[in-house]
Structures are given as structure tokens and as C-alpha cells.
């Protein structure tokens, strides 16, 4: 993922991403640095992904996503839960 920056954004997912308080530099800091994909799943006829990394200032998020030709789209995404948060912090040695 860190190879692949380029990112589609519209006022859609901008604006579904910020009903969840996750900003487009949020996710972008999750799917650009240290993540762990966590799932997969088919909606319609797209792969998509869950990936939960760290942001900048340290919220560890959630961020669903699909790659769309060379591009990475950002759909949805929310607050890790506790037993998420612990399997990332020890996948990254950070607990």
C-alpha cells in the first residue's frame, strides 16, 4: 500500500468519513503507514478491505476501503475497539 499514494476522493467519502470524525489525512496516515488488514469482503462487485493502522496523532482507526484501478478509496471508518487496538499494538510490538 505505502507504493500505491494515490488516493480517490470525492464529497462523498469525504463527507462519510467526517460523520465518523476521520478526516481525509486520517485515514490517508492509516493506509499509508503500518496497518494490518483485518478483512475482506465483497460488496456488490468490489473488494474491500478493513485495515487498521495508527494515524499521526495516535487514534488507531479502522478504514474500510477498495482499489479502484490505480487508485485507493477510502469508504468508511471508526474507532478500533480495545481487542483491535491490542492485536495492532502487539503486531507492531507497541504494548
Not at 465483497?42 to 479502522?62: C, K, P, S
Not at 490505480?70 to 471508518?77: L, M, S
Request: aromatic share 8%.
Amino acid at each position: 500500500m505505502k507504493d500505491a499514494c494515490e488516493f480517490d476522493w470525492d464529497e462523498q467519502n469525504e463527507a462519510h468519513l467526517a460523520k465518523h470524525g476521520i478526516s481525509r489525512s486520517d485515514a490517508e496516515d492509516v493506509l499509508t503507514g503500518n496497518h494490518i488488514l483485518l478483512e475482506y469482503q465483497i460488496e456488490g462487485d468490489e473488494q474491500r478491505w478493513v485495515a487498521v493502522g495508527a494515524t499521526r496523532t495516535g487514534r488507531i482507526l479502522d478504514i474500510v476501503f477498495a482499489v479502484r484501478g490505480r487508485a485507493v478509496r477510502p469508504i468508511t471508518g471508526w474507532a478500533a475497539d480495545q481487542e483491535t487496538v491490542i492485536l495492532y499494538l502487539k503486531q507492531w510490538g507497541l504494548e
